[in-house]
T-cell receptor, first 112, second 116 residues
Framework: RKEVEQDPGPFNVPEGATVAFNCTYSNSASQSFFWYRQDCRKEPKLLMSVYSSGNEDGRFTAQLNRASQYISLLIRDSKLSDSATYLCVVNGRGSTLGRLYFGRGTQLTVWP | GAGVSQSPSNKVTEKGKDVELRCDPISGHTALYWYRQSLGQGLEFLIYFQGNSAPDKSGLPSDRFSAERTGGSVSTLTIQRTQQEDSAVYLC??????????????FGPGTRLTVL
């Protein structure tokens, strides 16, 4: 089983739509969670960290459900510039503490 | 400040040749990672260096791949006897590592390797 599994999409939504991405992780001892964004032919960049209580950054809301080992990202009022691949990321534990495990990514296209 | 840099940005080589890819991490970052990404695919972990600890080589796909990190800073990824399936973008990242494991990885722009 992969460490991180994501709905691969693609998601194609109109501007202004609300879209949600989901992700599950296998290691119940993981402590740190992130969403990264990767634009076409560019390197991944941190979008936001995910905290236990859930957190919001402008139009972006991240949620964590430890019991279900489930992470979500909600994007409200989608913009054309949100078009990218969104990577769900979870840290390792024990001997792999320093590693981050990346999901394969969910592709989003926002159309005018 | 300066981010992670990688060189070369593009490398075209012939099957069977050896290649070296370089990564300069952000100054002060103790952890350095190599990944590769084939077209339309996710990130594939290759190797991880953390301080003076033995590197985690569990992601290296074959013994043709090796990496070193000199002086705790610059890293070189070497691929011997390249094959066409080695063609991909090779990404380097660096980070600080906290006890709780929560840290942001900063990626370089990558080296696009094409093996003819």
């Amino acid at each position: 089983r992969k460490e991180v599994e994501q709905d691969p999409g693609p998601f194609n939504v109109p501007e202004g739509a609300t879209v949600a991405f989901n992700c599950t992780y296998s290691n119940s001892a993981s402590q740190s969670f992130f969403w990264y964004r990767q634009d076409c032919r560019k390197e991944p960049k941190l979008l936001m960290s995910v905290y236990s209580s859930g957190n919001e950054d402008g139009r972006f809301t991240a949620q964590l459900n430890r019991a279900s080992q489930y992470i979500s990202l909600l994007i409200r009022d989608s913009k054309l510039s949100d078009s990218a691949t969104y990577l769900c990321v979870v840290n390792g534990r024990g001997s792999t503490l320093g590693r981050l495990y990346f999901g394969r990514g969910t592709q989003l296209t926002v159309w005018p | 400040g300066a981010g992670v840099s990688q060189s070369p940005s593009n490398k075209v080589t012939e099957k069977g040749k050896d290649v070296e890819l370089r990564c300069d991490p952000i100054s002060g970052h103790t952890a350095l990672y190599w990944y590769r990404q084939s077209l339309g695919q996710g990130l594939e972990f290759l190797i991880y260096f953390q301080g003076n600890s033995a590197p985690d080589k569990s992601g290296l796909p074959s013994d043709r791949f090796s990496a070193e990190r000199t002086g705790g800073s610059v890293s070189t990824l070497t691929i011997q006897r390249t094959q066409q399936e080695d063609s991909a973008v090779y990404l380097c990242a660096s980070s600080l590592v906290h006890l709780a494991g929560g840290h942001e990885q900063f990626f370089g722009p990558g080296t696009r390797l094409t093996v003819l």
